[in-house]
């Protein structure tokens, strides 16, 4: 494997770069990179993948394509294949298909839309199917113990769309629908007893799968200078879901979430000073454990595994200090190296009268970062938890 720059006719990349933003030959970047992962759920990965990089007319990244093969003891190989395409500034959709010769499987769908109605219509679409053989669960509350944990299977189906409509400049109004339908089976972690062997659907709800068809509405917002990458500016969200037995789903229950988020850059953005709070709190009886309020994972509490906190209500902070490294041209690449220092702090409990010092979780750790303005981000963030660290590699920032 070697990375490199070529130059390809049009013709022959076909709807990889169709329409008029693309010369006749399009410019297009190999870089291979390899794979190493650890997470608490999933155990050691490697791997390798190639990253191809199609370049536009104003030589900005306007197609971005990943070949990835994997290894896992206990998945077997896993092959994948990423695709995330910019049309435009005002479009994007990203496909992702993924199958392990062991249980796990990936096929997600995300189309945003933010050029209808003159940019003050949003559409977002999200269509996903995937199975999970590495999921945990621990029991309730936040003391649930490291020995009662459980391994299961979970299959995945369902639609995510909104719409949100920009009221004057900062506003927006958004309003959405959402469908799951989870199917629990057996895990493929041997080494950990199988959630029905330890909990019940008399103590777990949703145990033996569930659906939820849920409607929402929320109200947003923003000062940030950019979607996928901002530097500066503020974000706030406070929105309501409920979902209903009498539009199909299996439970009656309600969420309630208010987010808020702040960038503050120094030295021309170079050092970017970035908080995330967070409250979400779950009402209704009988409330399918995985829809419960929930922390873990490589976007909440990153010195855990997914799904590692589980209670009616969360509270959570999140604290990284961004700072650019230097600014780099790899493989005619213009990239920003950064090192990101974090604190995540959080807690599950009954509700916010209920929270207790004692239940707090903090996770320090560091994320290094590779951006290619304005819309590609990779990162691998190591996390330590009471249980030792934790790595995630993936695409974007975590919040």
């Known amino acids: 494997m070697s990375a490199c720059t070529s130059h390809i006719n049009r013709d022959n990349l076909h709807l990889l770069a169709s329409g008029e933003n693309y010369d006749e030959k399009v410019k297009v970047i190999t870089i291979p990179l390899p794979v190493i992962a650890s997470s608490p759920n999933e155990g050691v990965t490697s791997g390798a993948l190639a990253a191809f990089l199609l370049h536009n007319r104003e030589d900005e990244i306007s197609t971005l394509i990943a070949a990835q093969v994997n290894a896992n003891v206990n998945f077997g190989v896993t092959t994948s294949i990423y695709g995330a395409f910019y049309p435009s500034r005002e479009r994007n959709i990203e496909l992702n298909l993924s199958k392990s010769t062991k249980v796990n499987e990936d096929y997600e769908i995300k189309i945003r839309d933010n050029s209808l109605l003159n940019g003050k219509l949003e559409l977002n679409g999200y269509l996903f199917r995937f199975t999970d053989g590495s999921s945990r669960f621990f029991g309730f509350e936040a003391d649930s113990s490291e020995q009662h944990q459980t391994n299961y299977a979970s299959t995945e189906t369902g639609l995510n769309v909104s719409g949100g409509y920009r009221i004057g400049k900062h506003f927006q109004l958004v309003a959405g629908e959402r469908l799951r339908h989870v199917e629990i089976g057996r895990g493929a972690i041997n080494s950990v007893p199988d959630i029905t062997e330890r909990f019940g659907s008399d103590n777990v709800p949703g145990i033996n799968g569930f659906t939820t068809h849920a409607q929402r509405l929320a109200i947003v917002y923003s000062t940030l200078d950019s979607t996928d990458t901002p530097t500066y500016g503020g974000y706030a969200r406070a929105g309501i879901e409920s979902s209903s037995k009498l539009l199909g ?140 660290p934790a790595i995630f590699v993936g695409l974007g920032y975590p919040f």
């Open 249 to 388: 789903s299996s439970e009656d229950f309600r969420h309630y979430e208010v987010e808020m988020k702040g960038f503050i850059p120094l030295a021309t953005a170079r050092y970017i000073s970035v908080f995330r709070l967070m409250y979400n709190q779950t009402l209704g009886n009988g409330v399918p454990f995985l829809e419960r309020s929930i922390l873990g994972g490589e976007t909440t509490l990153r010195g855990y595994g997914r799904n590692r906190f589980i209670d009616s209500s969360f509270i959570l902070c999140n604290l990284e200090e961004r700072i650019r490294l230097f600014r780099w041209e790899v493989f005619n690449v213009t990239a920003d190296w950064e090192i990101a220092p974090f604190i995540d702090l959080g807690a599950v409990m009954k509700s916010l009268p209920e929270a207790s010092t004692g239940g707090f979780e903090f996770n320090p750790g560091v994320g290094f970062r590779a951006i290619v303005r304005p819309n590609i981000v990779g990162r691998v963030d190591l996390g330590v938890g009471r249980n030792g």
